[in-house]
């Protein structure tokens, strides 16, 4: 089984009073996997129920949302279940073809015998199908999002020694130079990631075989699978039905995706859509990527300022995949060999940027840059910090940093912001930013805000005594 950080996350949950889990995220990521194995692990029973391909098992969340009666009705249609009480684990897979069982969270969550996960590819899909007649279990639930493995997961599966994954770690964080040899070996690594990215069927070939054009096959599969799904949405009779406008139009938005990263300055134009329709109608398209997954979004801004989303550009934005390798797979053939030599240099730098952009979304991150009206100063990435505006230029060679450097030297205008430099060099300080290997996105920690308030004295508090 591929060590993923999302079993952390399951083992924090379990630990703690918790609610049922939703778990979101794009096709073929791992998520039904994960949580059957974490099924085995820990509860002494687990029942697995596939609400896509059993729809008979539907019936036992209509009526009343009483725990016996869905627990006797499951029972019914899968008589392998078996429901021990505080020692069971219930895993509602591809909850969204079964909106009911959405709104049966609660009544699970109340009555508190049995452990509930439930999984989904199309939750934040728009129109997948009819409203929940029957509400969404707001306050009974809690929500994680899986995403392919990130280049810290990637190098666990290696079985490299921990000690080695710490001194980068702290060689990055302390701003050392990293040792030549490891330096070497972590270049490597992350090229071969590059290429193999994270989706988990493509990573176990890679770890089997080696074999990048095995890996390439995965990788077309995995995406064929996927599109077959666009459109696809539940009447409100439950039937699977295709919306054949929103298919092609969000098939069109991806076959655009090489054409709109070759360009020096990589902003998303509809005018390179091939489909019928204006902007607003290709825009359907596109969000359906988002909503599914495989796309995520970077958003101009108006100033480097902070807060960001208080500066962002809604109508301007780049557009990158969640996963690096399937970018790879839509590229020429060529590509590959061209990565392993070191040479990044293809579609202008889009494939390390790409990088940078899908680890800050694993990070659960937003995506901001800034390209000024006139093109220049651009800034690769943007993303806050402790209350500060970090400004980020990505590399695919160790090139100036001359957007950078120019708004490093006027303060007056843009302001003071921590810089970092991300290329294919080893640390190193420059005038007013930090350098990096790009591999050192891999060993960002996730930007978590701290969520303890501190509390407010009132035991001084009473009110006045009149006068």
């Known amino acids: ?158 079985g490299i020694d921990e000690k080695v994954l710490d001194y980068v770690r702290e060689s990055i964080h302390d701003k050392k130079t990293i040792d030549k040899p490891i330096h070497e070996s972590m270049r490597a690594l992350y090229l071969q990631y590059l290429i193999v990215g994270g989706m988990p069927e493509a990573v176990n070939t890679f770890f089997e075989a080696h074999d990048l054009n095995a890996v390439r096959n995965v990788q077309k599969s995995i995406l064929k699978s996927i599109r077959d799904d666009f459109g696809r949405y539940k009447d409100a009779d439950g039937n699977d039905k295709t919306n054949e406008v929103l298919k092609l139009r969000a098939e069109a938005c991806l076959d655009s995706m090489p054409s709109q990263l070759s360009k020096e300055y990589k902003k998303f134009q509809y005018s390179l859509v091939n489909a019928k329709g204006h902007s607003p109608e290709k825009a359907d398209g596109l969000q359906y990527l988002i909503d599914v997954g495989l796309i995520v979004r970077s958003f101009n801004t108006r100033e480097i300022s902070f807060p960001l989303e208080g500066a962002k550009i809604p109508t301007e934005f780049k557009a990158f995949y969640c996963d690096t390798g399937l970018l790879i797979s839509q590229l020429g053939d060529d590509i590959p060999a061209k990565i392993l030599s070191g040479d990044l240099s293809a579609y202008k730098g889009a494939i390390a940027e790409n990088m940078v952009a899908s680890a800050f979304a694993t990070n659960d991150m937003k995506l901001y840059y800034f390209h000024a009206p006139s093109g220049s100063p651009e800034l690769d990435f943007l993303f806050e910090d402790k209350g500060e505006t970090v400004i980020v230029e990505c590399k695919a060679t160790n090139n100036r940093a001359t957007s950078m450097k120019y708004v490093i030297r006027n303060q007056k205008k843009y302001g003071i912001h921590p810089a970092i430099k991300l290329a294919d060099t080893n640390v190193g300080e420059g005038d007013g930013f930090i350098t990096y290997p790009l591999y050192a996105i891999g060993f960002m920690e996730p930007i978590v805000p701290n969520a303890i308030i501190e509390p407010v004295d009132i035991k001084q508090l009473k009110v006045p005594e009149d006068k």
């Open 1 to 158: 089984m591929l060590k993923r950080d999302i079993w952390g996350k399951l083992n924090d949950w379990n630990n703690r009073n918790h609610h049922p889990l939703v778990i979101k995220g794009l096709r073929q990521i791992g998520k039904t996997y994960i949580v059957k194995e974490f099924g085995k692990e820990f509860f002494e029973s687990c029942v697995y129920i596939d609400l896509r391909a059993n729809k008979t098992v539907h019936g036992a969340f209509e009526g009343d949302f009483d725990v016996d009666k869905m627990v006797m009705s499951i029972s019914a249609v899968i008589t392998n279940a078996k429901f021990v009480p505080h020692k069971t684990l219930i895993i509602l897979d591809e909850i969204q073809d079964c909106p009911n069982a959405r709104s049966s969270l609660k009544y699970w969550d109340i009555d508190g015998r049995y452990d509930v996960i439930a999984t989904g590819s199309f939750l934040g899909v728009k129109g997948f199908r009819e409203p929940y007649t029957r509400g969404i279990p707001v306050g009974y639930e809690e929500q994680l999002t899986m995403y392919p493995l990130s280049f810290r997961e990637f190098l666990k599966n290696t």
